[in-house]
């Protein structure tokens, strides 16, 4: 994109940002983007995230907004479930699998008998409580903690049927 200014000629224009040109110093004009964001692209899909560690909660959400989506913070099952009954925004909730107080699975269990419409991914950094192959859990998708942006991303395109952005 470029900008075209009487006098001082055709300029470029990144993301709303005027490329600095040396012979002028200072731009009488600041030019926004569309939209104010941080990521890819602005998504109307919103996310809880549910961990009781503070920093790996805020670590996900943030690459989650990163990538444009809207995203609500929960730091148990039961802090998401109310928080849950307060939005609808939210269309996918990622969990942790294990949390003091009641656990991911359970969580799961609670939104697929009384929301069913929400999609649940589990995420967990611990082997040993990986769900079993006859649990419930087993059927759903599972995040292996540490996980990369774009895994985080793909595994939220695939519960919801969706091309990435």
Known sequence: ?????????????????????????????WVAPDQDRTGRGLSTVGVMVVDDDDRVRWLTARMLRDEGYR????????????RLAE????QVVLT???????????????IAAERSSLRIILMSGYDRVFPKLESAGARLPLLVKPFTP???VRQ?????????H
């Open 71 to 82: 995203v609500i913070e929960a730091r148990s099952a039961q802090h998401a479930w109310e």
């Open 150 to 152: 774009d895994q985080l």
């Open 156 to 164: 939220i395109h695939a519960v919801l049927g969706t091309q990435e």
């Open 1 to 29: 994109m470029t900008h075209t200014d009487a006098g001082v000629g055709t300029i470029p224009v990144v993301e709303g940002l005027w490329l600095q040109n040396r012979s002028r110093t200072s731009w009488p004009v």
């Open 87 to 90: 939005s609808d925004e939210v």
């Open 96 to 110: 942790d699998i294990a949390m003091p107080g009641g656990s991911g699975l359970e969580l799961a269990e609670r």
